[in-house]
């Protein structure tokens, strides 16, 4: 197939209505002489609070709720069992918005509101609506997760009540990831809708404000209808190539493209098209506010507010190995990280070289103490771990599907492109051996071979990968012009991944809960809804989209280059309970 690329890196939902863009304009909407208003903008974290303050700084009254905190070293006491001292996990957080908050600062900037009887008042920073829950004009800053991370390698943004800017930045996400953003999402999810705008600052200095309804509008179209998440690509020590070609990418200095979040809404945007302006929101508003119509009843019962399914993309097409790696089982991720659900896997193989191969499982007869050993002596640097000594190798090619249920050592070898169908949780993984290699940044990635040691389950050897874990594929179906089979998971997984092969419309049926597909072969499809409830949507080679559990039936054929041709597609859903 001819990989030139036809991806789309910008996907969109389309709405009608009008954007308010600059702050010049958005300004002069807020700042007009009255009697009295009062104006609280509530700050999703890395929201650039200076940039808000100096665009409205014809306030008559300005309180940046920063000043409101409570001491940073009480703040540090505060969060310390959650932040923990580990260099990469923490514990999900406990904490609401308004333990970070001094309450006498609150109710001394709540009295100099009440006390001004004329002019504008802001009121802008996270806990803005603590302050002010009654404001004239209530706005709410989002900021998408991405831009987040990369002001925080930047170093342009503090954790909430601390200043943690100039902290290396696997600290800085991590307060994010287990503190910062779930008490503020908590937040969110209470009082968001209740505003009047949605203040986009994800472009520095180029902000956009939009209506509240309007917002709630595309989230309402997006849950009705088959939709893609904004993709993200970053670079990595055993990156590859493909994607760059595959997915148009520029490389812009980079050394290669390792990761793509392709469908993974905790970390992706959702970009509306209002109006002929983007509008870029966190995906997981979506999860948030519109759950019951995405997920379904029985997803959404077992689930609440998390979208369960992640697709991503590992490319190591003329790099390296992944470094070898477990997950933790669900017991264990619930009492050391107060997670619900555990970080289970499979890879599908996109392509491969004739040398890839997949490392799964234990060989045969291997004996926990003596790996474990022999892991501590090679991260000692006394030796280099043997790899083949103790861990399987199956050789890997296109279309093969590998499950890998938590506990199973695995990583993906070089010269591989691979999608990785799983559970959500995403940065649980125990890193065991990374080949002796550094680094982008030059320094030893960590490695996590006490909670490995934890959770390997060792029982999965040799024979159970083979029989279990490899290209357990059976066709379950087919048609005029299609073929259907189950590809996975294994059954301690919750997702079940189906694989049509059709040349022909094929119809689906979400059966009541989200469904998550990908395009693995062909250059286009087209989405359509027997009803005519949605606009036909077009899919490229390799694009992930989200059909929404409302949508209830669909269908799929080839269409432009791929009319008349076999194409592929992989979905992904959560198994019934029954």
Not at 306 to 314: A, G, S, V
Not at 561 to 573: C, D, M, N, P, V
């Amino acid at each position: 197939m001819d990989l030139k690329s036809n991806y789309n890196k910008l996907p969109s939902v389309k709405i009608d209505g009008d954007v308010i863009v600059g702050w010049e304009n958005i300004a002069s909407k807020f700042i007009a002489k009255e009697e009295k208003k009062v104006i609280a903008i509530e700050c999703y974290p890395g929201v650039n609070f200076g940039e808000v303050e100096n665009a409205l700084t014809h306030a008559d009254l300005f309180i940046n709720t920063n000043s409101l905190f409570k001491s940073e070293q009480k703040i540090q006491e505060l969060t310390f069992p959650e932040v923990t001292d580990d260099s990469i996990f923490g514990y999900i957080s406990r904490l609401q918005l308004a333990d970070f908050l001094d309450l006498d600062k609150v109710n001394s900037a709540k009295e100099k509101i009440s006390n001004k009887t004329d002019g504008v008042i802001v009121v802008c920073g996270p806990g803005a609506l603590i302050c002010a829950p009654s404001a004239d004009v209530r706005v709410y800053a989002d900021l998408a997760r991405w831009e987040i991370q990369l002001r925080m390698r930047k170093h342009e943004v503090n954790g909430l009540g601390v200043k943690n800017s100039s902290e290396p930045f696997n600290l800085q996400y991590k307060r994010g990831f287990f503190v910062d953003w779930r008490v503020c999402d908590k937040f969110k999810k209470k009082w968001m809708l209740q505003c009047d705008y949605l203040l986009d600052t994800n472009k520095c200095d180029h902000p956009k404000l939009v209506e509240m309804n309007l917002i709630n509008s595309g989230l309402l179209k997006a849950s009705s209808e088959p939709f893609r998440v904004v993709p993200f690509f970053d670079p990595g020590p055993w990156g590859g190539h493909w994607m760059e070609k595959v997915c148009g990418l520029v490389t812009d200095g980079k050394p290669n493209h390792a990761w793509c979040f392709d469908c993974v809404p905790e970390e992706n945007s959702l970009l509306l098209e209002i109006g002929g302006e983007i509008v870029e929101i966190p995906s997981i508003d979506l999860v948030f506010f519109q759950s019951h119509r995405l997920l379904g009843d029985e997803v959404e019962a077992r689930f609440g507010l998390e979208f369960p399914i992640r697709f991503d993309f590992l490319d190591t097409m003329g790099g390296g190995n992944l470094s070898l790696q477990v997950h933790p089982d669900t017991t264990y991720i619930q009492q050391n990280f107060g997670m619900n659900y555990t970080q289970d896997e499979s890879y599908y193989m996109l392509d491969a070289e004739d040398d890839a191969c997949v490392f799964l499982g234990l060989k045969k007869g291997v004996k926990a103490d003596e790996m474990i050993r022999e892991l501590n002596e090679a991260q000692n640097g006394s030796v280099v771990f043997d790899t083949e000594k103790f861990v399987n190798t199956f050789p890997a090619k296109k279309h093969d599907h590998f499950l890998i249920p938590a506990g199973t050592v695995h990583c993906s070898g070089k010269n591989s492109m691979v999608l990785e169908i799983s559970a959500t949780p995403y940065i649980f993984t125990f890193k065991i051996w990374d080949w002796g290699r550094l680094g982008l940044d030059g320094k030893p990635r960590p490695i996590n071979i006490g909670h490995a040691a934890n959770v390997i389950d060792w029982s999965r050897d040799t024979d159970f990968a083979r029989n279990e874990l490899v290209n357990q594929v059976e066709q379950i179906g087919e048609g005029d012009g299609w073929i259907e089979e189950r590809t996975g998971l294994h059954k301690r997984e919750f997702i079940e991944t189906r694989r049509h092969w059709f040349s022909k419309q094929v119809l689906h049926h979400t059966n009541g809960g989200v469904n998550v597909l990908n395009l693995i072969e062909g250059k286009e499809a087209i989405v359509e809804s027997p009803q005519n409830e949605f606009e036909p949507f077009v899919v490229h080679y390799v694009e992930t989209f989200i059909v929404p559990a409302s949508v209830a039936e669909y269908t799929i054929r080839p269409s432009g280059e791929s009319q008349g041709k076999t194409i592929g597609t992989i979905k992904a859903f959560v198994r019934n309970n029954a």
